[in-house]
């Protein structure tokens, strides 16, 4: 994962990524929006500064995802890898996240 975000030009998102940056699916939820609500519970400390790029979920079950979980995530086909959409995506709505710089 992380050649696969420097070779597409998002070395800073690798560099930016928490440790235990994978979700765990022993965390007791069923759905993946709850596995990663679950994580964002137990990584508290990432408050606001987080996205999610998933490649298992595809389809209408999206739609059913919690607004606050669903507009920080980008999907991705696993079939296919990163795609320029894709990159340009997790780019945006990772600066979009960052704090703004203190003047």
Known sequence: MLNVLRLSGLGFVA???HARWEVERG????RRSDQI?????LHCDQHDQWVVLDSKVR???VLA???HVALPTVFSCSDVGLTEFEVGAIRERFLKR????KT
Do not use: I, K, R
């Not at 965390?27 to 069923?30: D, F, M, P, W």
């Not at 960052?98 to 710089?101: E, N, R």
């Open 59 to 61: 389809g209408p079950g």
């Open 98 to 101: 960052l704090p703004s710089p």
């Open 65 to 67: 995802w919690p607004e």
């Open 27 to 30: 965390l007791g939820a069923v």
């Open 37 to 41: 609500e679950a994580w964002l519970h």
């Open 15 to 17: 560099s930016n990524l």
